[in-house]
């Protein structure tokens, strides 16, 4: 139990044009996903957090018009990257979490995405 | 705010060979405590964890011990594989912080055979 998938695996893009990825709970309902990005040979750091029906949080320095995060469901977040340029190249990971259902402090990883643009 | 340490690598052992990976904490509340694993190219998988003192989380030959009076979690294997060759990262989860994970910045450990 507690598998979260993501969609693509990766993506190659233009420079200026959008990417979405997707990150679903596949055998729960996720209350909570987060976003992270990881740079080579780095840690994650945490973009944002999302919870089902509201506004993502942002954390500090992540811009949120550049980042668009959507939690329409109990199963599915998205992440939006708009107007991609090269430095937007990276490792995004998500993680889900179901407070409610017995999860409570603990995030199930996604195997990320590998977003390059050119 | 919340932090994690670990000892920074890369860490390159023999197969067979004992493992510890060092990882302290600071915290504002009273924090779960995790080990992640990474293989290349992958996304994280729990490794293993441990919600209060004195809890061992242990996992595929990998143990750790949550110490409160020295604020640690070390990770540690007996005997290492080429397979365990992953990065690894310490983290903690607090109810403080909205159980935002805090990672630290990882330990990439090669097994040569």
């Known amino acids: 139990g507690a598998v979260v998938s993501q969609h693509p695996s990766w993506v190659i893009c233009k420079s200026g044009t959008s990417v979405k990825i997707e990150c679903r709970s596949l055998d729960f309902q996720a209350t909570t996903m987060f976003w992270y990005r990881q740079f080579p040979k780095q840690s994650l750091m945490l973009m944002a957090t999302s919870n089902e029906g509201s506004k993502a949080t942002y954390e500090q320095g992540v811009e949120k018009d550049k980042f668009l995060i959507n939690h329409a469901s109990l199963t599915l977040s998205t992440l939006t990257v708009t107007s991609a340029h090269p430095e937007d190249s990276s490792f995004y990971i998500c993680?889900?979490?179901?407070w409610g259902g017995g999860f409570r402090n603990e995030q199930f990883f996604g195997p990320g995405t590998r977003l390059t643009v050119l | 705010g919340d932090s994690v340490t670990q000892m920074e690598g890369p860490v390159t052992l023999s197969e067979e060979a004992f493992l510890t990976i060092n990882c302290t904490y600071t915290a504002t509340g009273y924090p779960s405590l995790f080990w992640y694993v990474q293989y290349p190219g992958e996304g994280l998988q729990l490794l293993l964890k441990?919600?209060?003192?004195?809890d061992k989380g242990s996992n595929k030959g990998f143990e750790a011990t949550y110490r409160k009076e020295t604020t640690s979690f070390h990770l540690e294997k007996g005997s290492v594989q080429v397979s365990d060759s992953a990065v690894y990262f310490c983290a903690l989860s607090d109810r403080d912080s909205n159980y935002k994970l805090t990672f630290g910045k990882g330990t990439l450990l090669t097994v040569n055979p």
């Open positions: 441990a919600t209060k003192a004195d």
């Open positions: 993680s889900a979490s179901d």
